[in-house]
């Protein structure tokens, strides 16, 4: 329900008040200020403590890891290397085996002298970017500009930095040239952002420098494990207590863009059918007609800042698709800001008829899109508290009194969610025991137990993921696939299989009243009942589909320092038993082999492939020209041919720029079908090889 006017009024006016305040507060911190303070000492000594304690897997504070701490800390400040030189990097080098004794004692000062060389090095680049902003440049000399320099070694010395920058300038002029932008435009456009660069940076006060070092430390350790500084902390309850809302969508850094990693269902992104994982924000604009503001090079937490606001206002969005290389066409979404709410995020079912040998096998299918649960509700004692496990059960009951010979649970792009949801989840298809095992730091073991002896649904199931599909929803996969209760279909799983929680640093201090931030911490580790973990590999399908072979670089496998597989002992339970899945694999991959859904299928992820690895773009316009409109020509080709094959009419511009503008609809969707379909499909032939087995029989 939307707010009433003077309510949101209300709302937005004290968010602009406590925007303006912050600000009024954001000042250029002079050089000579930037020294650790008593604070981060304390706060140093405290997550050290932390770590050693309680953090799941145990690691040496020696050079090894002093070495990895200065790797990572030049990376997050310098991560495209367009700032340092190498002579930069011996100078800093002098401190590569000495880092963990520095944080042994609590001993900040290397890190911060790293940090005023980094901070003059950028006031250096920018200076010389917006002097060449005011060049002619000829867009049809033969050269190349290369825009992801992550593996690239860092810069000789200033003259082969100001040949990079050179080649930089050239090329975000000519990608901005290609949208049609005026010279004048272009350049304020490119002012603007070359400028907050330089003053983001001297925005950076001792807080946020001492932050940015010592997740350097805790990302050496895994991915997961992060520290929040106090006036992050203030500002994200801040945000809570005023209900400000976003867009639904889970951000990360990648180079100089703002990523965005998977949308969260129910939100504003999903719902609208225009954001996908893999797009980048290169523009934010508030409302209607506010300026969009250019965020490219921007840091993740501003970004979110801008994208956050109270439920009901509007946000515009510019987004680089994912299937489009650096400098490619860009796309405007609008949306409403929200908040998500278990209703939006509930389970929701169809049934798929006329399949199987003899076209009379009905399956239902039942989305779930996160492991939802009202603890508010449960806490209280409600009845009715909403929750994931109650929908599907009542969905199961629906579904066989409308007679579906079998049932396919979803779990695409689920994210996970509740532990005693997809616990009690699993409850519902097994008789009873066993669901996942939990490891802490100390070595003790829990086992979550399928909580209600009885099973609701004992017929054919199967269970389809794909590489987005985490944590709560790998508990459940595991779970079914080791008892040998129902296929497991689709891709790799993410591979999540780690627990967190948030520590205040501050409790651990005489009083408990000091605010020294804030510390995510890895406690935790989920292994399925077979021993196996979900970390790393996730759960590898009984069937997989060919668009895992090229996605082999997603999830948890892509992180850098993520806590690599392990297994533990196996936990007694009874497996029931699929028999062996051979001809079904084979009946799936004869089905698919010229289907015309998994021939586009392919051939986007081709496409995205192509993308993803290009690290290297041409800076002669004419050439950009022909890749884009042949990428966009490829694009349109394939998704046509699709339709045709399927007995659909092709898609006309209007038709795809009418569907970009209206809200999802996997339900009629022919291209989101296509991975569901299959599954049930399969799950067909297995209803049906099961009865002529109990025919001969």
Known sequence: MMLPMKLRNLLLLILLLIQGMALASIREVPLDELEPTREQRQSTLIILKVINEYHYKKHALDDQMSRAILDRYLEVLDPNKNFFTRDDIARFDVVSDRL????????????????????????????????????????????????????????????????????????????????????????????????????????????DVYQTFINSYTLSLEPHTSYMSPRLSENFDISMRLSLEGIGAVLRNENEYTVVQRTVAGGPADASGQVEAGDRIIGVGQDADGEMVDVIEWRLQDVVDLIRG????????????????????????????????????????????????????????????????????????????????????????????????????????????????????????????????????????????????????????????????????????????????????????????????????????????????????????????????????????????????????????????????????????RPQGLGSLDAYRKMHQLRIKDDPGFTYLKEVELMLKEVRDQETVSLVEKEREIEWNEREKRRKAEKNRFLLAIGEEPETDEDEEARTRSPKDDMNDPVARVMINEAAHILADYIGGHSRAAMVN
């Open 100 to 207: 963990d004794d520095d944080l042994a004692d609590a001993r900040l000062d290397s890190a911060f002298s790293i940090f005023r060389v980094y901070r003059q090095r950028v006031d250096e680049r920018v200076e010389q970017a917006l002097k060449l902003l005011q060049r002619d440049y000829d867009f049809t000399i033969d050269e190349e500009y290369r825009f992801n320099r992550e593996k690239a070694p860092w810069a000789a010395d200033s003259a082969e930095l100001d040949e990079l920058w050179r080649k930089k300038v050239k090329n975000d002029i000519l990608s901005l040239k290609l949208r049609e932008k005026p010279t004048e435009e272009i350049r304020e456009t490119l002012h603007k952002r070359y400028s907050g660069i330089q003053r983001r940076i001297r925005q950076m006060a001792s807080d």
């Open 310 to 573: 109270p439920k009901g206002t509007t946000v515009r969005l510019q987004l680089l698709p994912k299937g489009e290389g650096s400098g490619g066409r860009v796309k405007n979404v609008t949306l409403v800001r929200n908040k998500i709410d278990l209703e939006d995020q509930a389970a929701q079912k169809f049934i798929i008829d006329g399949i199987g040998g003899n076209g009379k096998v009905r399956i239902g299918v039942i989305d779930i899109p996160a492991f939802y649960r009202d603890f508010r509700g449960y806490s209280k004692g409600d009845a009715d508290f909403t929750s994931t496990t109650r929908d599907v059960r009542r969905l199961i009951g629906e579904l066989e009194q409308d007679g579906v010979d079998g049932i396919v649970i979803d779990l695409r792009g689920n994210g996970g969610g509740s532990l005693a949801e997809a616990t009690e989840l699993t409850g519902l298809f097994i008789p009873e025991g066993p669901v996942v095992q939990v490891k802490n730091a100390s070595g003790d073991l829990d086992v979550e137990q399928d909580p209600d002896p009885a099973q609701v649904y004992s017929g054919p199931l199967a269970v389809l993921v794909d590489r987005h599909s985490a944590s709560a929803s790998e508990i459940f996969a595991g779970a079914i696939q080791d008892y040998g209760r129902g296929i497991i279909i689709g891709e790799p799983t993410f591979g999540k299989g780690t627990v967190q929680t948030l520590v205040d640093l501050g409790r651990f201090v005489r009083y408990g009243d000091k605010n020294l931030g804030r510390l995510r911490l890895t406690m935790a580790q989920f292994f399925r009942i077979n021993g196996g973990s979900t970390q790393f590999k996730g759960v590898v399908p009984d069937i997989i589909y060919p668009s895992a072979v090229l996605s082999d670089d997603q999830g948890e496998r892509s992180l850098d320092n993520a806590l690599p597989w392990a297994s533990i002992r196996a936990v007694d339970y």
